[in-house]
């Protein structure tokens, strides 16, 4: 594991004594510790070296610490800073709170308060380093370049992103289970002008319908039974972000309605709270139903349906996408490769021509979850047809009723070429098997050449090695 730097701590003080006391204190702690008895001295320091915290006398001859305070933050807002402050003047050290000090300490302090300040102080900004690395991260991550898809459709949803994103329009993602509706979402927040606000997601799914409604707009405490006390709710959580409904077909008449007047009025009320409250949140929902044929049916209110069809995007199902299977698939062995340390890293021909010849009800979700378990299931580098496992098996994917004539001979060519090389891999099996897994005498044994027999071997991935070890 690699060692993290020391942090380096800067000491501003016009008396020796303090700086002689936070050096002892703070060196054994881990930190490299530097001093200064005046202000001009700190910011010739502070030009040289990107200290994470500088702990400032208040009452100092050339400078206070409010004035350096002031200037060190100009030139490195991300150095904090703690005042340190003498009796009479904690009213002056709470005021340089609102010029961003993190806190300040009273003379005389104990050892065990100034270590525990400090380490709060680089705690919390070790926190907000992490926190812009990981949001960093994550934005990259929804890129449009780094969703795949090189079909036309992919092509279209795409385009539509790029025009939706920058905008504050709500957005409405149709499309099969699995078809990535999520994704979708979360590249339209991430490309847009709130990318460093909240992204919440209300699962339609599984909220339970008795306390949707309070999860939604929040509650008082007392406002029913078992609310000890008062609760945000998810909208509120959203301000300055984007709320996500995940299949939003499946919410009840009623919450509908509320919904409604909130995309209306952009306002709402919390449980047992008389307070109105305003947020601004941009509102994306998902679903796999129709949701004209709902509003026919009287299941969903036909004014929320075409508040959220604002701007629609509908995604293609897999079989309506194919092209884009082998880069999907090479994805999935990337990722779950780095995931598990599975050294699988490629496909071969036949097993990528049963990936593109299955139509995959269950869209890119079904292809991931078959990929990941291919990988689990080969004992080399490659994926073979053997170890995709699909309705049953293999051939079963591919065995359904031809809609062409071409469909009918590349399935009759498919598995006349399977029964070939089930035969060709027992036969080899069978011959080693015969001859105690000599290879030299199984290939004298059927009349072939050692070049050749071997050759088939190679072929299916055979090892005498392998094949006695599932004997064993």
């Not at 104990?110 to 400090?118: K, Q, W």
């Amino acid at each position: 594991m690699e060692e993290r730097q020391k942090e380096k701590i800067l000491v501003v003080d016009d008396d020796s004594i303090i700086l002689s006391s936070a050096e002892k204190i703070l060196k054994p702690e881990g930190f490299d510790v530097f001093l200064a008895n005046n202000g001009a001295e700190a910011l010739r320091l502070i030009e040289e070296i990107p200290f994470d915290l500088v702990l400032s006398d208040l009452r100092m001859p050339d400078m206070d610490g409010i004035e350096l305070l002031k200037r060190i933050k100009a030139f490195l807002p991300s150095t904090e800073f703690i005042i340190i402050t003498g009796f009479g003047t904690v009213r002056s050290a709470v005021e340089a709170l609102k010029y961003g000090a993190y806190d300040y300490i009273e003379k005389p302090f104990t050892p065990e308060h100034l270590i525990n300040t400090v380490k709060g102080c680089l705690e919390k900004k070790r926190l907000i380093f992490e926190n812009i690395q990981l949001r960093k991260e994550v934005q990259g991550l929804y890129k449009l370049d780094n969703i795949i898809g090189n079909s036309v459709a992919m092509q279209r949803v795409f385009n539509l992103i790029a025009q939706v994103a920058p905008t504050n329009s709500t957005v409405l993602i149709t499309g099969e289970s699995g078809t990535g509706k999520e994704l979708i979402a979360r590249a339209i927040h991430y490309n847009s002008l709130r990318k460093n606000g909240p992204f919440i997601v209300v699962d339609c799914c599984t909220m339970p319908e008795n306390l949707i409604e309070a999860e939604l707009f929040g509650h008082t405490k007392g406002a029913f039974t078992g609310a000890i006390s008062s609760r945000k709710g998810l909208l509120e959580l959203s301000h300055t972000g984007t709320i996500f409904f995940d299949e939003i077909g499946n919410l009840s008449l009623s919450i509908q309605a509320k919904l409604l007047r909130f995309l209306q009025e952009r306002e709402f009320r919390p449980l047992g709270s008389s307070r109105v409250l305003n947020v601004d949140v941009r509102f994306i929902a998902a679903t796999n139903k129709d949701l004209l044929h709902l509003v026919k049916e009287g299941n969903f209110r036909e004014d929320f349906f075409y508040r959220l069809n604002v701007f629609p995007i509908k995604l293609p199902p897999l079989r309506e996408r194919k092209e884009d299977i082998p880069a999907l698939a090479a994805h999935f062995l990337k990722k779950y490769s780095a995931q598990t340390g599975l050294e699988v890293r490629h496909i071969s021909a036949e097993a990528m021509k049963i990936l593109i010849g299955y139509d995959w009800p269950g869209n890119v979700r079904e292809l991931e979850n078959v990929i990941h378990r291919a990988m689990i299931l080969s004992d080399s580098t490659v994926i073979r047809p053997e170890h995709i496992q699909i309705e049953g098996g293999p051939v079963e994917a591919l065995c359904r009723i031809p809609r062409n004539i071409e469909e009918l001979k590349r399935l009759k060519g498919f598995l006349k070429k399977k029964a070939i090389e089930e035969i060709e891999k027992s036969f080899i099996i069978d011959a080693l098997k015969r001859n105690n897994y000599n290879v030299t005498k199984a290939a004298e044994d059927v009349g072939m050449q050692r070049t050749n027999f071997h050759a088939l071997m190679k072929k299916y991935n055979l090892s005498t090695k392998n094949l006695l070890k599932r004997e064993q």
